[in-house]
């Protein structure tokens, strides 16, 4: 079974610019997380999605937003770039929601870098 | 606002040295907790998953514990290889906001 996959891998972009970036989790897994990984906060939460529905948010300004889609393939944008938005963007996949007896498999991660 | 602490930030051992690494966490209402191995500019990788009704779980050379009710995990590796070097985060799922939490993590390098 294929693992949880991100695109792209790694991205540059200037202040102002806005980005999206892509999960595609594991087959028949309906609840897609994302975070936010830098060195100096660590991992921090950002949303999770179930079945096409925002099920939690994290502490994050409302320039970060996310989607999913029926086939459960989710997509997260920053608009508005910021110098501290430079960070790896890692998605998470589980069967059932965060919360349930589930362990979350996590994909390889976006690098994103803003200039 | 639940908050997750990793103890050592980094760890050097020599290889075929047992280890443990230590987690706590300070809302002990959870549903679970998880560690998780990440290897330099990787994603994580799942090692185990304990219920908070669970007291321990085992995978190969890897044994971990849960205390809730003191709000400890520790994770134990036995005969650890280099291989074994990586970051090792601990997480928890818990209270209304269903999100996990991470600690920073214990960076171990095991020495050839």
């Known amino acids: 079974k294929a693992g949880v996959t991100q695109t792209p891998r790694y991205l540059i972009k200037t202040r102002g610019q806005q980005v999206t970036l892509s999960c595609s989790p594991i087959s028949g897994h309906r609840s897609v997380s994302w975070y936010q990984q830098t060195p100096g906060q660590g991992l921090q939460f950002l949303f999770e999605?179930?079945?096409?529905?925002?099920?939690n948010k994290g502490n994050f300004p409302g320039r970060f937003s996310g989607r999913q889609f029926s086939n459960s393939r989710s997509e997260m944008n920053v608009s508005t770039l910021e110098l501290g938005d430079s960070a790896l963007y890692l998605c998470?996949?589980?069967?059932?929601?965060?919360?349930?007896?589930?362990?979350?498999?996590f994909g390889p991660g976006t690098r994103l870098t803003v200039l | 606002k639940q908050e997750v602490t990793q103890i050592p930030a980094a760890l050097s051992v020599p290889e075929g040295e047992n280890l443990v690494l230590n987690c706590s966490f300070t809302?002990?209402?959870?549903?679970?907790l998880q560690w998780f191995r990440q290897d330099p500019g990787k994603g994580l990788t799942s090692l185990l998953l304990?219920?908070?009704?669970?007291r321990e779980q085992t995978s190969g050379r890897l044994n971990a514990s849960l205390d809730k009710s003191s709000g400890r995990s520790t994770l134990y590796i036995a005969a650890s290889q280099p291989g074994d070097s990586a970051t090792y985060l601990c997480a928890v799922t818990g209270g209304s906001n269903y999100k996990l939490t991470f600690g920073k993590g214990t960076l171990l390098t095991v020495n050839p």
């Open positions: 998470a996949s589980s069967a059932y929601p965060v919360g349930a007896s589930d362990t979350q498999y």
């Open positions: 999605y179930f079945s096409e529905t925002q099920r």
């Open positions: 304990i219920q908070s009704s669970q």
């Open positions: 809302d002990s209402a959870i549903y679970n």
